[in-house]
């Protein structure tokens, strides 16, 4: 009995140790991300920072992060700055889309012979390439984390390898969707709590994202990696 209760209490520990650290890795990543620009080098070394955590190889959360953080700070700018200018390029397409093809049936192209047709041909146009941009976000910074490769050898393998693992591709992005919701609707009806989901559903996204991944991107969860490049 004495050993059951003993071996529960180690794996409490260990559970506890873990939530510690994915809350750390949250400040930091909170921290990185101040600057705006500095938030892709923040997320790909939060990424790095899991990988070590989760295969068991970590040198402790903050060093690892810092490590991994000036180590990818100038792709992660300009990884930030390309993400920036196409999420505004898509937000422009879309009020423009809307603009010309009012939900009203107000003023615009509505009442063009085949502007339907016209309309729901730009709207998926639209969306997919809302997904796709969504989709190589997901996964640039894990790789990013991961591998070393030019930024246009990151865009190519992240969009390859989104495409190839859809169905999980599909989950983790609903699933962040679903965490992100979380936090906007705490911030909304309960904003005197809105840092709990903080500081739980993004560690929580961070680790799923990782688990999905795991096989793509080669990790050894809970194993030393022999092969990896010890840093």
């Given amino acids: 009995m004495a050993g059951k209760f003993f071996q529960y209490d180690n794996s409490l520990w260990r559970f506890m140790g873990l939530l510690g650290d994915f809350m750390l890795l949250d400040l930091l990543l909170f921290l990185s991300a101040v600057p705006v620009i500095t938030a892709g080098a923040g997320l790909s070394a939060a990424y790095y920072t899991c990988f070590r955590i989760m295969e068991k190889r970590d040198a402790g959360t903050v060093r690892d992060f810092l490590h991994a953080f000036r180590q990818n700070l100038m792709h992660g ?63 640039i910074f894990p790789l990013e984390a991961r591998f070393y490769n030019r930024i246009p050898e990151l865009f190519c393998n992240a969009a390859v390898l989104s495409i190839r693992n859809l169905p999980r591709t599909v989950l983790m992005l609903l699933g962040d969707a679903a965490l992100i919701s979380v936090i906007f609707l705490s911030f909304r009806f309960f904003p005197g709590l809105a840092i709990l989901p903080i500081l739980f559903c993004l560690p929580l996204a961070l680790w799923f994202n990782t688990w999905m991944m795991r096989k793509a991107l080669g990790l050894r969860i809970g194993e030393e990696d022999a092969n990896a490049e010890e840093d």
């Fill in 77 to 139: 700018i300009v990884l930030t700055l390309l993400f920036l200018l196409l999420g505004a390029v898509l937000m422009a397409d879309g009020r423009m889309l809307f603009a010309l093809f009012p939900a009203d049936g107000g003023a615009g192209m509505t009442g063009v012979a085949g502007s339907s047709v016209v309309f729901c041909l730009l709207t998926a146009l639209f969306f997919l390439g809302s997904f796709l941009y969504a989709a190589v976000f997901l996964y």
